[in-house]
């Protein structure tokens, strides 16, 4: 099962029918291979290695194949139906413009594109005050390294220099990837960027008995003895929300020595809230958590609940840096994108989402506290805040594999009715949808904790 690559021999398992879920069939359910192998036979690599399902259908939080077998999902794809799948205020207003016969518009006016931004910037906090829009996430990011750099050159730094995290990610395009992920995964580009300057990430036992706000200025201490100054070397420092594979969040004070230097330095403080922002933390965006006002951040996923929709917001001195027509794209706020955008946060709002973020949250928090404390030493730690969370398994006590153990324990909540994300890695996240029901959210805990007691035990782990 190494390498993301599951067995696609239909299994027989437990039949199980509850408020929530239903598994009726064998899993993976007769005909997965079939249509796995069309996919495997026509269409890249890099899309391969997913869990042996087929989604049919989709409401809410519950997903179904066409054999009617009902899964809780514990991923919202992948943190973008924080509405809820299949939003039926979303789909009314995406159907509205569809009816108009109006899918696109390209870069001329529409009310629904002026209905949307205007809505956008009120819901952002201040000092928010323009947006462009995009597609992806990882476009987004782009556009805010651009902007970063266009403003470095406004104030004649010398050199335009990016800070970034090591570990964190950002997407898969060429400046997105090379301020994020790990080195394995820059090979592709050849020469490397030396204006790109990445420091390290301040979990825990790296802080030791450092503070948070020292562990960033010895960081950038680091930077200054290598011949990199701030004040004229320096333009822009990009965080993501929380770090994504593992769900680490900053110190608090981390981030506010990093927001003290970007000022004292005149560098650029940007967030990439592609997968922390509407709500998913408990906060509308990740950073208020830390208390900072960044000049800019990056929205996608859950900003247009399923429909391709990302942006960049910030104040306008920012973005107004590109000339006119200089950061627009063919599919620049589409009216589909705009339409799902403003009933994404008309929902947010009339359903309280950042509020029941925060109160589911802390049902996933005591749940979780308690999987890890019968774990066994297996879940060597976990993070959550609001209706995000990841459990990271320990080699030794999961047998020497982590990664594995957790593509098993993947593998058995997919049997019993419980979809969660998979990583890759010696880690599993949960982010269900933000209007998941709370019997269902305690459920889909119970069906993880006995799936990880039967890898544990039945699995010879
Ligand atoms: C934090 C973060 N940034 C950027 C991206 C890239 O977004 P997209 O996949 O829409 O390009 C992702 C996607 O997983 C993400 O989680």
Known sequence: MSAGIFDRTPQTVEHIETAYRRISTQIPAPGTDDLLTILDANESRSMHGQMPIVWDRAHDFSIYDRAGNRWIDFTSTIFVANTGH???????AVRE?????????????????????????????????????????????EAAFKLMRMQGQ????????????????????????????????RIWMGKQDPDIHRIGFPFAWELGDKSGANFFRDSISS????????????????????????????????????????????????????????????????????????????????????????????????????????????????????????ATIKEIERLNLVAESVR?????????????????????????????????????????????????????????GLLVVRTGRESIKIGPPLTIADEALEEGLSVLGSAIADVSWGTGF
């Open 86 to 92: 299949g939003n039926r205020a979303v789909r009314n």
């Open 154 to 185: 406004k104030t004649g730094k010398e050199r335009l220099g990016v800070v970034c995290l090591e570990g964190n990610y950002h997407g898969r395009t060429m400046a997105a990837q090379m301020l994020g992920g790990g080195d394995d995964q």
């Open 97 to 141: 413009v569809l009816d108009k016969g109006m899918m696109h518009s390209y870069a001329y006016a529409s009310e629904i594109r002026a209905s949307y931004l205007e809505r956008l910037i009120e819901f952002a906090p201040a000092p928010v005050e323009k947006a462009m829009l995009f597609s992806s996430g990882t476009e987004a990011v």
């Open 223 to 342: 930077l200054e003895k290598g011949g990199i100054h701030a004040k004229k070397d320096i333009c822009g420092l990009l965080l993501e929300g929380y770090q994504g594979w593992n769900a680490a969040f900053y110190p608090t004070d981390y981030v506010q020595a990093a927001a003290e230097w970007c000022q004292e330095n005149n560098i650029l403080l940007a967030f990439d809230e592609i997968q922390s922002g509407f709500g998913r933390t408990g906060k509308k965006f990740c950073f208020e958590h830390y208390n900072v006002k960044p000049d800019l951040f990056c929205c996608g996923k859950g900003m247009g609940s399923g429909i391709a929709l990302s942006g960049v917001l910030g104040r306008a001195d920012i973005m107004d840096l590109p000339d006119v027509g200089n950061m627009s794209s063919t599919n620049s706020a589409n009216p589909m994108a705009c339409a799902a955008g403003l």
């Open 360 to 416: 589911k949250g802390r049902i996933l928090r005591r749940e979780l506290m308690k999987l890890q404390s019968e774990s066994g030493g297996r879940i060597s730690r976990f993070s959550a805040r609001g209706l995000v969370a990841a459990l990271i398994f320990d080699d030794v006590k999961c047998g020497g594999s982590a990664a594995d153990f957790a593509d098993k324990v993947c593998l058995k909540a997919l049997e019993s």
